[in-house]
């Protein structure tokens, strides 16, 4: 009981500084990296089956040549397929679109706005474009490795950080930043 009040007295003398929304982000961005490593964790174990390949927008960015060493059986005729991408695609939505709302109301203790949210959806879907990309390309890579049953692990750590580095700033300087701050 102590600690939920030492907590809740802190939040409220702090609640408007810096340092301590960005310890707050760190709180909630632990939640959402623990969610999204155990989603792409689990997740390919519904997709792996799925073989269907990706729509010819995506494939530059999931060329095989350059995300697997040898065969694979997530590239089918030479495209990389949905099986592949949509755990970490889905992984990094799910954990990041619980992260904007926890983070609206425990750490900024603003309010969303439907514009708001589109703009973070569209930055987020780009981020998770790359994310993806970049977590497929360092899961292939560690693949081959002594450290390959934590290459989806690493590689959702990786994307998460990046992450981090993007959407803190775009949710406190933009999208909940109170109006009587600078």
Excluded: C, H
Aim: proline share 5%.
């Amino acid at each position: 009981m102590r600690i939920t009040a030492f907590w809740k007295q802190w939040d409220e003398r702090y609640q408007n500084n810096s340092l301590w929304q960005f310890v707050k982000f760190n709180l909630v961005s632990t939640s959402v990296s623990l969610l999204q490593l155990l989603l792409a964790n689990i997740l390919p174990l519904f997709f792996n089956s799925v073989s269907v390949p990706l729509p010819g927008f995506l494939r530059g960015i999931f060329d095989p040549a350059a995300l697997f060493d040898g065969p694979s059986p997530y590239v089918v005729n030479g495209v990389v397929t949905w099986g592949y991408v949509l755990p970490f695609f889905l992984s990094n939505f799910i954990a990041n679109v619980y992260g904007y709302f926890i983070n609206m109301k425990a750490t900024f203790e603003g309010e969303g706005t439907r514009a708001g949210l589109s703009a973070y959806l569209v930055t987020l879907i780009l981020l998770i474009l790359f994310s993806t990309w970049l977590q497929g390309w360092i899961t292939a890579k560690l693949a081959l490795t002594a450290i390959a049953p934590f290459a989806r692990t690493l590689a959702a750590m990786a994307a998460g950080l990046i992450q981090f580095a993007v959407l803190f700033p775009l949710e406190k300087y933009v999208l909940f930043k109170k109006k009587d701050q600078p």
